[in-house]
């Protein structure tokens, strides 16, 4: 079993639709990452979080450390939101290890197609 | 304020030849972090270098992979003699201060294919 698994692995959605993407670990962690990569494209860092819920314009993104469980929502969802998004846990163990102290571990991704 | 730097994005090489890969990280980051994603695969951590140190190679395959981050200049990933497997996406991260929730910003990637 994956540290760290991610569902759904693709998702279809019409354009203005509210849009879940879960992300479950199996691993005490420090912080979660939410990353967006396009086609061909870079990574680009859209949260990180270690409680609680952050916004940022569309985006929402939320993490309950008991269920060890963490959502990406997008509201009012566009064609350019399409790309695949990926969840990255860093360990606890990794964490207070000096040796491993920040490698991240990633969920297999997310592929979102928004159509118009 | 230039994000974290790739070069080159893409690189072809034939089996046997060397591959080397460049990261220039966010300007005040001394921390580097090299990820690898294979086709059709998620991505793999592979090594965390400090300046002039590597933190954690982990990740990284015993032979014929190396990395380093020289006091000055940027964050080499080196691979010797490549093969077809080693055809893949390899994406530089790098993070400021140390601390243990430094936010990681990625670059661009390079896309080595293996001819």
């Known amino acids: 079993k994956n540290e760290v698994e991610q569902s759904p692995q693709n998702l279809t959605a019409q354009e203005g639709e509210f849009i879940t993407i879960n992300c479950s670990y199996s691993v005490g962690i420090s912080a979660l990452h939410w990353l967006q990569q396009h086609p061909g494209g870079g990574i680009v860092s859209l949260f990180m979080l270690s409680s609680g819920k952050k916004k940022h314009g569309r985006l929402i993104a939320t993490i309950n450390i008991q269920e060890k469980h963490s959502s990406l929502h997008i509201t009012a969802s566009h064609p350019r939101d399409s790309a695949v998004y990926i969840c990255a846990v860093r360990s606890i163990t990794s964490a207070v290890s000096s040796g491993s102290a920040r490698q991240l571990t990633f969920g297999s991704g997310t592929q979102l197609t928004v159509l118009p | 304020n230039a994000g974290v730097m790739q070069n080159p994005r893409h690189l072809v090489r034939r089996r046997g030849q060397e591959a080397r890969l460049r990261c220039s990280p966010m300007?005040?980051?001394?921390?580097v972090y090299w990820y690898r994603q294979l086709p059709e695969e998620g991505l793999k951590f592979m090594v965390y270098l400090q300046k002039e140190n590597i933190i954690d190679e982990s990740g990284m395959p015993k032979e014929r992979f190396s990395a380093e981050f020289p006091k000055e200049g940027p964050s080499i990933l080196r691979i010797q003699q490549v093969v077809r497997g080693d055809s893949a996406a390899y994406f530089c991260a790098s993070s400021p201060q140390s601390g243990r929730n430094q936010p990681q910003h990625f670059g661009d990637g390079t896309r080595l294919s293996i001819l």
């Open positions: 300007k005040g980051h001394s921390h």
